[in-house]
């Protein structure tokens, strides 16, 4: 059974950074795709940034130049470094992997910022 574990969330200021982590298991973590989604009070669950099986990344608009996702395929653990956070950046974030037509999801992580 596949399980990913979302870590590194909590409550900063304006400006200040956080580094989430989703740590893989049950799966063969270098065949999927894992993207960070998040999702705000009373809004959809939106993509904020994706990595592929091969490293290839690309990120939401609103965190482009702020959020950076990278992959350690030996820890079989994929990240978000998230800087600059600003109010809006408040959600909840969830991990998420696909490979072809299975996918998974974490428990979600909830990262707050304060003005």
């Known amino acids: 059974q596949v399980q990913l574990v979302e870590s590194g969330g909590g409550l900063v200021q304006a400006g200040g950074s956080l580094r989430l982590s989703c740590a893989a298991s049950g799966t063969i973590f270098s065949n999927n795709h894992m993207e960070w989604y998040r999702q705000a009070p009373g809004k959809q669950r939106e993509l904020v940034a994706a990595?592929?099986?091969?490293?290839?990344?690309n990120y939401a608009d609103s965190v482009k130049g702020r959020f950076t996702i990278s992959r350690d395929y030996a820890k079989k653990t994929v990240y978000l470094q998230m800087n600059g956070l600003k109010p809006e950046d408040t959600a909840v974030y969830y991990c998420?992997?696909?490979?072809?037509?299975?996918?998974?999801w974490g428990q979600g992580t909830q990262v707050t910022v304060s003005s």
């Open positions: 990595i592929t099986s091969t490293g290839n990344t």
């Open positions: 998420h992997r696909r490979f072809f037509s299975q996918n998974s």
